[in-house]
């Protein structure tokens, strides 16, 4: 590391946490200092925001991490704590403390924060045992009474690692300081605790935890369920942390002790009791693809212990259920089994009664209508046949994002067994584990290639999309760390062979993916800020519209703007220009993952000087394109759920429209005109700009489902959200947009914006003297014309044109616009939102002709621009200028990506571009 990094790395690393201990030791947020202006810059800059972000996460919320673990601790994972969700043990905050232990080039560095006497009498002192201050104890040993119960008196633990963490300052301030050692004895503690496993506690109830969609809540009919009840699933949203936290802690090492003793305790609890999403004889290599309504009763339990009790079949839940948990996990007697068997038979007869019955009829009706017996009995068969097949044999189909958690984590934990089992000279299980991880390979390998070739499923998903691109970092990252030699298997990492020959090709297959998805996210955002159609869940897009900004980046966010500030450190529209801790769980994967953007995309994503244009085609339309200061965001349009009911004949039925099923289906948003305008607070400070009534926008045809089905009692009214979609959004081409119920910011005023009006609902706005476009940069080079056309029909058209390219003169502009377009204004006042308009863009020298309530201009490409689609699962990116956007093909370096052979997937650099190789 250069000492001019090192020296950056620090100074940033001491303005967040002195940041900080001014905001309280409640929340102390990470601070990434001046975002990138290239993408060279961008890359080299990435190791020193994830430092910071990393300190903020170790050593800067010491007082959430306590309080999580101590109220965890006390009453186990609850959400019926007196202060709803506080008892959660504090796993995103042990990422941070793990990454900063493995993070070698730093470890001389220790993690260091203030308090004040104030803040330790009203928030620590609730957390020693007995909740009271002994006799001659002093603000900083009350903080230690802390470090020792929690952590330095956790079973099997040897010496305090933790001692004398507090020491007094001047000031009635406590110094606050962490050695590695007592990081590892913090993460030790947590982990080791034996109120944490898969699952939760409720009223002194202990319910387990399953991977997956909430399966079991489905009806199955061998069970005689009919309603939504059973187990919560989304456990592997959270074994793909445990996944991430054990190969960090890997690539600690033992080290010395006792720090090596601590590590070395935490992964093997985690081996044993956290990564318990494996292949085994018993569960087939891969997750479950459909849950079946007869045989599928509920997700597939997790698999604890060695890897031998995964071979063997061995391994003992350590959890301790209530009776119906223990049922619904399949602990059940045999003549409970045996019942059980009954039932299901006799619903298979039910079926085939059924299935008959419906060909009967059908063959009765088709033999009448052609006056032929044979024919009766032929469709007889062929229809009772098509029923018994769909409907016993079909399935609801899983989700996207589970399955992908669900078999990264697989693939992960079975290489980890594979060293086990190397390590303790168990041939055969080896060669088991090897034998059903290769088929989890294959399935993975043609799953990214479906997702490159047709987008993802659930395509910029809210919120899930985390866990979607989680998953392929976990794959990115950690699939190479165990050979599948069986000799070399036994190393874990720290050697100097290369990735196997197996695993290259999952890790460039999910960099590829990964690469499509920062290029979308770089051309289709600006500032850190994107507005895109995605497809679940529905419900978020009320939120949004009512105000929640775009980069809160909690729960129901788009995690890829989580992304963009690990990787160019664009936070000027981010609440109060900072990475608060509820986002540290989203930005943890991007500052701890090997997967780095090339320049090439980081470029895209923050020199908006270059004018770009882009469009996909798969389950919906997006389209974006960019300008000087600039970018217009197309808002697509509702689409169908994400799954169905999936019949083995290859046809897919979606159930109703009502409640959850609407909830995720694709929606679309408002086509927006983003700049880099802030807003103006009343005391004339410069303020976020990343709420959606904050942009000039076109909302639409508005689409109302009713509300979300969460209901209240006793009154069994509906209370959950109403999801909406803003469909029909798609009329974007270069500098120009259309679209119904147009819409100015919220903040723009009309009489002090010095509009220039050509005719009856048809202005111009000079960016300079409108407070709702003015970026206030001093810049001349990206000051705006915008103009603006709203027509009393309810649509409407805008043109953003660059002020250099009018001389910066406003009366320039307007005559060309009168001039190309004076003899169209009467044309558009008569004209309705279903009628043909004419409009020449001035600032492309053509004329469009579009309808507004539809339009899309004609796309029909899988991706043209930056992207383009050559074939099935061919790409490209380069960074192509809007002029030469509608070629569709590559200009200059750029990445070249080939899945269409997925067990030979292609990911290189071209014309030029030295494109990096992982693992690295």
Excluded at 127 to 139: I, K, M, N, P, Y
Excluded at 572 to 587: C, I, M, N, S, V
Excluded at 694 to 721: A, H, I
Aim: aromatic share 8%; proline share 4%.
């Amino acid at each position: 590391m250069s000492p001019r990094l090192f020296v950056l790395i620090g100074a940033l690393a001491l303005l967040s946490l002195w940041h900080g201990t001014a905001g309280g030791v409640n929340e102390t947020p990470a601070r990434f200092g001046a975002a990138a202006t290239d993408g060279t810059i961008a890359r080299d800059g990435i190791a020193a925001r994830a430092y910071v972000l990393h300190r903020a996460m170790a050593c800067g919320n010491e007082f959430a991490f306590a309080r999580g673990f101590a109220l965890a601790s006390r009453r186990g994972k609850a959400f019926d704590a007196p202060v709803p969700n506080l008892a959660q043990w504090p796993v995103t905050l042990m990422l941070g403390k793990a990454a900063l232990l493995a993070d070698r080039s730093h470890r001389a560095w220790d993690c260091e924060m203030f308090l004040s006497g104030a803040e330790v009498r009203r928030d620590w002192l609730p957390l020693t045992s007995d909740g009271v201050a002994h006799q001659g104890e002093t603000d900083h040993d009350i903080v230690n009474r802390v470090y020792l119960e929690l952590y330095d008196s956790a079973a099997g633990v040897s010496g305090a690692a933790c001692a004398g963490v507090a020491r007094e300052k001047e000031g009635e301030m406590v110094g606050l300081r962490l050695s590695q050692e007592c990081l590892a004895r913090q993460i030790r503690a947590v982990m080791t605790h034996p109120r944490h496993g898969p699952w939760t506690e409720e009223g002194g109830v202990v319910t387990p935890e399953l991977a997956g969609t909430s399966a079991g809540k489905l009806p199955c009919l061998s069970e005689f369920t009919f309603k939504l009840e059973g187990l919560n699933g989304d456990w592997d949203m959270a074994v793909i942390e445990y996944t991430r936290l054990a190969a960090l802690l890997l690539r600690f090492g033992r080290s010395t002790l006792p720090i090596g003793e601590d590590v070395a305790a935490a992964v093997a609890v985690l081996n044993r009791r956290f990564l318990t999403l494996r292949s085994s004889p018993e569960q087939g290599a891969t997750a479950r693809e459909v849950f079946n309504l007869v045989t599928s009763c509920g997700n597939l339990p997790n698999q604890y212990g060695a890897a031998i009790d995964t071979v063997n079949g061995t391994g003992a839940d350590p959890g301790s259920y209530s009776e119906a948990a223990s049922d619904a996990l399949g602990k059940k007697s045999f003549w409970d089994s045996l019942w059980r068997f009954l039932a299901a038979l006799v619903i298979v007869v039910v079926f085939l009664l059924a299935a008959a019955l419906v060909g009967i009829i059908a063959g009765a009706i088709a033999g009448a209508l052609a006056g032929a017996v044979g024919v009766g009995v032929a469709v007889a068969v062929a229809v009772g046949a098509v029923v018994l097949i769909t409907f016993a044999g079909g399935g609801i189909e899983e989700t996207e994002n589970h399955l992908l958690m669900q078999n990264s984590s697989r693939y992960v934990k079975n290489k980890l067994m594979m060293a086990e089992l190397s390590a303790q000279d168990e041939r055969k299980g080896f060669d088991t584990i090897a034998e059903l991880n290769e088929e989890l390979r294959v399935w993975l390998l043609m799953r990214m290639q479906r997702i490159v070739r047709e987008e993802f499923v659930e395509y910029n998903a809210k919120p899930y999309n985390r866990f979607s691109h989680a998953a392929i970092l976990n794959l990115l990252d950690y699939a190479c760390d165990v050979s599948w030699d069986y000799e070399s298997s036994r190393f874990i990492l720290h050697s100097d062979r290369a990735c196997d020959v197996k695993d290259q090709p999952v890790v460039d297959a999910a960099a590829a993916l990964l690469d499509l998805s920062a290029a979308k996210l770089a051309v289709g955002s600006l500032e850190g800020r994107r507005l895109i159609p995605y497809r679940r869940l529905a419900e978020e897009n009320y939120v949004y519209y009512r105000g929640r900004s775009l980069l809160e980046l909690g729960a129901g966010a788009d995690n890829q703007l989580a992304a963009l500030q690990v990787w160019t450190g664009q936070m000027r529209h981010a609440p109060d220009q900072e990475a608060k801790p509820y986002t540290f769980g989203q930005l943890v994967w991007f500052s701890t993952s090997q997967y780095r953007p090339d320049p090439m995309i980081l470029a895209i994503a923050v020199d908006k000087t270059v004018g770009r244009e882009q469009q996909y085609r798969h389950h919906t339309r997006e389209r974006y394109a960019s300008g000087n200061g600039w970018l217009i965001t197309a808002g697509g349009s509702n689409e169908e759920p994400a799954q169905g009911f999936r019949s083995p004949l290859g046809f897919t039925i979606y159930p109703p429209i009502s409640g959850d099923v609407v909830n995720d289906r694709g929606v679309g948003v408002p086509t927006t005109l983003m700049t880099a305008a802030p807003v103006m607070g009343a005391d004339g400070k410069a303020l976020d700009r990343a709420r959606v009534k904050q942009f000039l926008r076109f909302d639409g045809k508005e689409v109302d489902w009713g509300l979300l089905d969460e209901k209240s009692e006793p009154t069994g009214l509906k209370t959950g959200k109403p999801m909406w979609s803003f469909s029909d959004n798609h009329c974007v081409a270069g500098s120009f947009a259309c679209g119904l119920r147009p819409r100015m910011p919220e903040d723009f005023d009309p009489n002090t914006c010095g509009a220039r009006t050509l005719a009856r609902h048809f202005v111009v706005v000079d960016s300079t003297r409108c407070s709702a476009f003015n970026d206030r940069d001093g810049v001349a080079a990206n000051d705006l014309f915008i103009a603006i056309y709203r027509s009393p029909q309810g649509w409407g058209f805008f043109e953003v044109a660059q002020q250099d390219a009018y001389g910066r003169s406003l009366d320039v502009f307007v005559n060309e616009l009168k001039r190309e377009n004076g003899g169209r204004f009467a044309a558009w006042a008569a004209a309705r939102a279903g009628d043909r308009v004419e409009y020449f863009a001035v600032t492309q020298k053509r004329l469009l002709t579009f309808t507004p309530a539809h339009e899309a201009f004609g796309a029909d490409r899988r991706a043209c621009g930056v992207v383009n689609h050559e074939s099935g699962a061919r790409f490209t990116i380069s960074n192509v200028a809007a002029t030469q956007a509608a070629n569709c093909r590559s200009v200059g370096p750029r990445i070249f990506i080939d899945l269409n052979d997925a067990r030979n997937p292609v990911r290189r650099g071209e014309a030029g571009l030295a494109l990096e190789r992982y693992p690295r």
